[in-house]
């Protein structure tokens, strides 16, 4: 058994790595949605007309708002600047999403995964920090 424990204890060598990966990742997957809202095919009236439809209050300003703050985030958490605050915005976003988009509807296997696992993702992040190979570990060495 000891073998097969030992064979799992090089993870702890790769946390700070993996970490910066998901980082990564994340900005990637916020850089679509964000320019899907901002300059896609959707724009952020487009946006603004969806926010209104779930009954989301000041849908063009929160149309703005939401589209411009998943744009700002990709690059600081490419850097992993200020990264558990960028974290904080993105996943209260991601509740409202699950909560405007899909709580009507209790459909997990009609699309509620995507925002439920960015949640956990920014959760993660949130607890976790964002790893050595970053700005914010920088600042508090």
């Known amino acids: 058994m000891s073998n097969f424990v030992h064979f799992f204890s090089f993870a702890g060598n790769w946390s ?5 990966i998901v ?9 679509s949605h964000g320019w899907f809202k901002s300059f896609g095919k959707q724009k952020f009236r487009g946006s603004a007309d969806r ?7 000041f ?7 939401t589209s ?3 744009l700002i985030a990709v690059p600081l958490l490419v850097l992993g600047f200020l990264t558990q605050w960028i974290v904080l ?6 509740l409202v999403a699950v909560w405007a988009k899909y709580m009507d509807t209790h459909a997990i296997f009609d699309g509620m995964d995507l925002p439920l696992s ?3 993702i920014c959760m993660m992040l949130f607890v976790l920090g964002p790893g ?3 700005i914010d570990a920088l600042i508090r060495m």
């Open 68 to 70: 411009l703050s998943q």
């Open 59 to 65: 849908p063009l300003f929160l149309s703005y708002v």
């Open 23 to 31: 980082r990564i990742i994340t900005a990637v997957i916020f850089a």
């Open 118 to 120: 960015d949640l956990a």
């Open 51 to 57: 926010f209104a439809e779930r009954g989301i209050p």
């Open 132 to 134: 050595a190979f970053s």
């Open 89 to 94: 915005i993105l996943a209260m976003e991601m």
């Open 16 to 20: 700070e790595a993996v970490l910066f």
